[in-house]
């Protein structure tokens, strides 16, 4: 009996969740299999439109389970049959699609009639499993109306079915936050008080206007706590003041008439109005000196309410939010005198000494024997609060002995651990797990590919989710963009942690907390979305259709892979095997993913049989020993992503420019690319080659790589003995037909015959956002294309001179977000940033020892990072003074200064650096500054 629900949207572009990916990526297909291409698949067609009709329908079910925290067994076990069914059916589809695919135009009439007949035998096996796929979904549908599955209830019938699957009613543990008792608390002396000194301190006129600090950290950091200590500390010196808790789901007139009540304006009676409570708040407000915490807010639109609220007097009123999402604190902290506090894990000392304060009652009265093991178990804490709070009361809970502690080192977030400190502990982490969209909570979980402590490039993860298909555009949009958008907001909403951080705030990887890795691990594994373990943990468990494999451990055994595994079914295999054997890739005919970066077991052997993984979209051998890849790579015509950088391979094989589906070619400029590299057509991203390896031809075949994106390019010719010139030339014109081009890095390592010009490029204005030359061998001057690049937002030029006229051409650009600049001179002696432009910059660092800059007032009003080598020579040969206007840039948080001292005496350096310090100090977000000296010669 077919399903009766609501159909989703079939588009490509469907969202894709932790439950319902693999069956938005399947539906997709099927509608493809009904489309015009494929109108003579007669004898399927009936089939293939029927498991869409069905499919679709389960997959509205889907949606709603997956958005739903607790499940009853049943209902969970029909939801894992069908998960896999749709697994079972896409392996099938994909299949079919493989064998489908146009014969090679280039084979000989013999070859077309064989290839032909194998299709046919193909074919009809596959017809035959999709009539039995057919007969599992209608069981499957069958099963679902035999239970009475229905998870279509009214809310309060779904509270009810919850309730009966809970065992005891939580407590918010927020609730507890506001009544610890204030010697319990470790850490938080420095960040109540710094916070404390911000709100209540003088700041000339400023101090009178209205000032918010926002709060940002993940769940479990301790905001509340912090929030309400400060709270506590400042409220007796305003003439009102409220704490508020605001939630995921809030009631915004609950919230309102909440506020209402603390400051004294209104009893519990009921007000239908929400815009009645707004206008009266708002009136009281508006000539009191306030002071409201706002606590947990999971968006912009709740704050925009509130704010709606809180009057913006000028009375010294001062606002505190906490949230875990770092887009709404900047939302809630928009004003530049307001401020942004980012809560800090514990130190390695506050973490023991909260551990042992719960356990042992004292910081001291640790029996030796536990020192280690409490090491480890801290370890895993990693600095978070909650963690350490529910781990140290679980321990506290038990009697004290070395078998205890290891249980809970090794299970510190498992299931079946039945103590109410680690379902707190869960709880709070399943808040912002189940707040995700469904396309992020498989994002999310995806990361239980990794293990412990690693750090997760971005590249290489976007790349990834990519191929899974977890990442859907609209339109033209690039996939790639719809990917790093999602890595960014993990990071905004706390779940991962940003690392390799550059200096112009460019977040390039990841990092996992280990509380909340074992979170998603065991998430991942109940759902048999990644099986995260070595050879000793598959061992023993029951092993059948796991469909993504990743193998962390770093010993012998590791490369065992047991033999009762299920290869085919295995959609991603990522090994981390650093040492010892390396396992056979035999049998994974079905990949999608083959990651084996930093392997060092693995040699040219093993990638053999590369040819027969016909669904392989990504392969990763960055950091391995291989020198050479088959020619059986070109048989791989859904390969997306090739990463073959700092390996000892050299060459690639011709057939490589087959692959027409190849999006990401990532190698180094010392591997030699093959002719026709024009081929490529689907080509995206190019990182990289050196231009002088290759004839005049290949430049001009780069210009047929019409939707290139990235680009990176080797300028050597410090050796070269032919026409450089008409190299340049040829780039040029190249370059100008790449009309999609959006991040061009050039690497100039020398010219001959002249200077390095880029006069001849004329890029597409409304397409570029990066734009590089690294640091080795500079340009003569600036291009006057510049101006025209309306959406650059990265900017990097070593120039051989600069002046006021380059400076004035940078300012009129307005989406440019960070400026770096170095140079070997000045044509004035100094340069002056006006407040006409930069109206959008955020991170300026320039390198020039010959000059002097002076900033405006109103100069640059979103600065944020400032890297400025400056002379103070030039500065005090102006007026005897050295001011150049540091403290008209009110925005800014970090500062660097190098002074080129050359030319001055002590006292005078030391007058420069007193100048630059004295003017930080007017500056309202007190930024931190680093202050060098450098006495290079004018």
């Not at 543990?173 to 710094?194: F, W």
């Amino acid at each position: 009996m077919p399903f009766c629900f609501p159909e989703i949207n079939k588009m490509e572009g469907a969202m894709v969740g932790a439950l319902t990916g693999v069956m938005n990526s399947l539906l997709s297909k099927l509608g493809g299999l009904l489309g015009n291409e494929y109108r003579s698949l007669k004898g399927v067609r009936k089939e293939i439109k029927f498991l869409e009709n069905e499919l679709c329908s389960m997959n509205a079910l889907l949606q709603r389970l997956a958005d739903k925290e607790e499940i009853d067994v049943q209902t969970k076990e029909w939801r894992d049959r069908v998960r896999e069914l749709a697994y079972d059916i896409e392996d099938c589809i994909d299949l079919f699609l493989h064998h489908l695919n146009p014969i090679d135009g280039k084979a000989g009439f013999a070859k077309k009639v064989a290839q032909q007949l194998k299709r046919l035998q193909v074919s009809y096996g596959i017809t035959q499993q999709i009539k039995d796929l057919k007969a599992r979904v209608i069981e499957e549908s069958e099963r679902h109306k035999r239970y009475n599955l229905n998870v279509f209830r009214t809310n309060s019938e779904a509270d009810q079915c919850t309730s009966a699957f809970s065992s005891r009613v939580r407590i918010d543990p927020r609730l507890s936050a506001l009544y610890v008792e204030t010697e319990r608390l470790v850490g938080i002396d420095g960040p109540r008080n710094k916070i404390t000194r911000w709100l209540m301190e003088k700041q000339g006129n400023i101090s009178e206007h209205l000032r918010t600090m926002s709060i940002v950290g993940c769940g479990g950091m301790g905001k509340t706590t912090l929030a309400n200590q400060v709270y506590l500390e400042c409220k007796a010196r305003f003439e009102c003041s409220a704490f508020v808790t605001v939630s995921r789901n809030p009631n915004m007139k609950l919230i309102l008439m909440k506020t209402l009540s603390d400051i004294g304006v209104m009893s519990g009676d009921v007000i239908e109005d929400e815009q009645y409570l707004i206008n009266k708040l708002r009136g009281y407000l508006q000539d009191k000196r306030y002071f409201i915490v706002v606590d947990d807010i999971w968006d912009a639109h709740t704050w925009r309410v509130i704010q709606c609220a809180l009057f913006k007097n000028s009375c010294g009123s001062r606002i505190i939010t906490t949230t875990r999402i770092y887009d709404v604190a900047k939302l809630c902290s928009s004003s530049h005198t307001d401020q942004i506090h980012e809560m800090k894990y514990l130190s390695a000392g506050d973490s023991k000494s909260l551990f042992f304060r719960r356990i042992f009652s004292s910081d001291e009265r640790c029996p030796p024997q536990f020192k280690e093991i409490s090491d480890d178990i801290l370890k895993k804490c990693g600095g978070l609060p909650l963690a350490i709070i529910s781990v140290s009361s679980l321990l506290a809970s038990k009697p004290v002995s070395r078998d205890q502690w290891d249980n809970v080192k090794n299970h510190v977030t498992s299931a079946y651990e039945n103590n109410h400190d680690i379902e707190i502990m869960r709880w709070v982490l399943s808040l912002s797990y189940f707040n995700l969209p469904h396309h992020l909570k498989t994002c999310l979980l995806y990361l239980s590919v990794f293990p412990e402590d690693y750090v997760i490039t971005k590249d290489r993860l976007v790349s990834r989710w990519i191929a899974e298909g977890f990442i859907h555009g609209k339109h033209e949009q690039c996939l790639y963009e719809v990917a790093e958008s999602y890595f960014n907001t993990l990071i905004n909403r706390s779940l991962i942690q940003p690392a390799n951080i550059k200096d112009d705030g460019q977040v390039n990887a990841c990092r996992v907390h280990d509380i909340i890795l074992d979170f998603i691990v065991s998430r991942s594994i109940e759902e048999n979305f990644v099986t995260p373990f070595g050879a000793s943990v598959l061992k023993s468990i029951p092993l059948g259709k796991i469909r993504r494999l990743s193998l962390h451990d770093k010993n012998e055994e590791s490369a065992i892979i047991p033999t009762n595994l299920v290869r085919c079914h295995v959609r991603s295999l990522t090994i981390f095997v650093h040492d010892g054997l390396m396992p056979p890739l035999l049998g994974f005919h079905g990949l999608r993913v083959l990651d084996l970066e930093n392997c060092n077991a693995l040699s040219n052997h093993h990638l053999r049989n590369i040819g027969r993984m016909v669904q392989l979209r990504y392969l990763n051998i960055k950091g391995t020993n291989i020198s050479q890849l088959p020619r059986q790579i070109g048989e791989l015509q859904y390969l997306e992503t090739l990463d073959i950088r700092s390996t000892d391979v050299r060459g690639l094989p011709s057939t490589l420019a087959g692959l027409q589906r190849l999006v990401r070619l990532l190698a180094d400029y010392t591997i030699k690319l093959p002719e026709g590299i024009g081929n490529l057509q689907a080509l995206e991203e190019l990182s990289c080659f050196s231009v002088f390896m290759y004839p005049a031809i290949f430049l001009r075949e780069l210009g047929q790589l019409i939707n290139l994106r990235v680009l990176r390019v080797i300028w050597n010719c410090t050796e070269f003995e032919g026409d450089a010139e008409g190299y340049m030339d040829k780039l040029s014109l190249s370059l100008s037909k790449l009309s999609r081009l959006q991040s061009l890095f050039l690497d100039i390592h020398g010219h001959v015959g002249g200077e390095f010009s880029l006069d001849l490029w004329h890029p597409a204005p409304n397409r570029l956002r990066k734009f590089s030359v690294d640091r080795w061998h500079p340009i003569s001057k600036i291009p006057r294309w510049i101006i025209s690049l309306i959406n650059l937002e990265h900017l990097n030029l070593y120039v051989r001179k600069i002046s006021q006229e380059d400076f004035e051409m940078f300012e009129d650009m307005p989406m440019l977000l960070t400026l770096i600049l170095s140079s070997e001179a000045a044509i004035e002696e100094r340069l002056i940033i006006s407040c006409q432009g930069f109206q959008s910059l955020t991170y300026f660092k320039m390198h020039c020892d010959r000059v002097g800059l002076i900033f405006e007032p109103r100069s640059m009003p979103k600065l944020e990072h400032l890297h400025i080598v400056i002379s103070a020579f030039q500065m005090k040969s102006l007026d005897g003074c050295f001011d150049f206007g540091i403290q008209n840039l009110s925005c800014l948080t970090k500062i660097y200064v190098y002074i080129n001292c050359y030319g001055l005496t002590d006292e005078e350096v030391e007058a420069a650096e007193t100048s630059v310090m004295t003017a930080v100090d007017t500056i309202p977000k007190h930024p931190r500054l680093h202050i060098d000296r450098r006495f290079a010669p004018l």
